[in-house]
């Protein structure tokens, strides 16, 4: 792995609620960003982005970039959603955290070794309840290479 690799990464937000807006959030705390503002319709939503791999001390995949977010182990990307992603008439305030666990060696050098690829995920952007899916992401199905 040549230092500093950087990995490409699909979200996909299966049956998001219709006219909701949602966005990728880029920095973290105040001075985060917006990115790839989308407004639900009928189809689902698409998020691209990339991050930085490298070992972590407990020698398995580390993600760092203007993306990743949370505390070693614990990485995971921001979804905004609602007023949260600039939709100020929204009812919603939420953010969904897509996880970027599970994410092995052996697919982080099928990545790097076979351009043209990505890991992708496809999450719910709809809960049970008929609203916007938040918080962590459950069940979480994990990330492939595509």
Known sequence: ???????PFRIILKSPVPGVRFALAKGSGAKHTLVQIQQAASDDLVFTLTAKVKTGKDGQPDFAGP???GPVAERFIYINIGTSAGQFDSPWTRRLKVPLRDITWEMVNGLLDNSGHILETVVPGTAKDGTPTCATVKPFGGWLVK
Do not use: G, I, N, R
């Not at 792995?1 to 990995?7: A, F, G, Q, V, Y």
């Open 67 to 69: 993306f990743v977010q």
């Open 1 to 7: 792995m040549k230092k500093d690799s950087e990995l």
